[in-house]
């Protein structure tokens, strides 16, 4: 069966500093892979997408890049966080066998100071 | 462009029973994929249901089934037999095939009475 993990679980960074969000997937190939903010109380919102390795698809300019080094990895970085920055990270994958079925990762609670 | 509505901000069900939860959309496409998402306190987005665009027949799992209504574009959820660990965020999302922007209403808080 496949899995998703997200590190860390939570995060608290001051302003200004860099960021790296790892997300990894496993017992599938070649899947397409999500980086998702939700802000407090809202809906989700769709960063970056990756069709394949060093494929990388932006949704929203900001302050984030998102990298694919491996098939199943995947990672969100920021060189220097804003306050906006905060809010709540999703991972989520797609594959062969789920359709158009998105399933995610547990999240990572970012809170910039 | 595609848009994804939930009214219901919050919505209350008193343990056992039913209720139901709406959602409309708006795309230009034919071929499109519904879906109702959970988010329990913990905050993982878990499937509960899914509905292709092309079936007419309403998809069902377990206590949970949809309204579709493709020429008014809603999808509203039931959830029958309400239980405590029902209470969550739902949201509703909408992707088109093949494609890659799947977007998400702003979602209901269902809270659930014993």
């Known amino acids: 069966s496949q899995t998703i993990h997200q590190w860390p679980a939570t995060l608290v960074q001051p302003v200004g500093s860099p960021l790296s969000l790892e997300c990894t997937v496993e017992?599938?190939?070649?899947?397409?892979l999500y980086w998702y903010r939700q802000a407090a109380g809202r809906g989700l919102q769709l960063l970056f997408y990756?069709?394949?390795?060093?494929?990388i698809s932006s949704e929203v300019p900001q302050n984030l890049s998102a990298s694919r080094p491996q098939d199943r990895q995947f990672i969100l970085s920021s060189k220097k966080l804003l306050l906006s920055d905060s809010g709540f990270y999703l991972c989520?994958?797609?594959?062969?066998?789920?359709?158009?079925?998105?399933?995610f990762g547990p999240g990572t609670r970012l809170l910039v100071l | 462009a595609q848009t994804v509505t939930q009214s219901q901000p919050e919505m209350s069900v008193q343990e056992a029973e039913t209720v139901t939860l709406s959602c409309t959309y708006d795309?230009?496409?034919?071929?499109?994929?519904l879906f109702w998402y959970k988010q329990p306190p913990s905050r993982q987005m878990i499937l509960v249901i899914r509905?292709?665009?092309?079936?007419?027949q309403n998809a069902t799992e377990n206590r949970f089934s949809v309204n579709f209504q493709k020429a008014a574009k809603s999808f509203s959820l039931k959830i029958s037999d309400s239980q405590l660990g029902d209470a969550a965020m739902y949201f509703c999302?909408?992707?088109?095939?093949?494609?890659?922007?799947?977007?998400f209403g702003a979602g209901t808080r269902l809270t659930v009475k014993p």
């Open positions: 989520a994958w797609k594959g062969y066998t789920t359709g158009e079925t998105q399933y």
């Open positions: 017992g599938t190939s070649n899947p397409n």
């Open positions: 990756s069709v394949g390795i060093g494929q």
């Open positions: 795309t230009s496409e034919s071929d499109y994929y």
């Open positions: 509905q292709e665009a092309y079936k007419q």
């Open positions: 999302a909408l992707v088109q095939y093949n494609n890659n922007d799947m977007r």
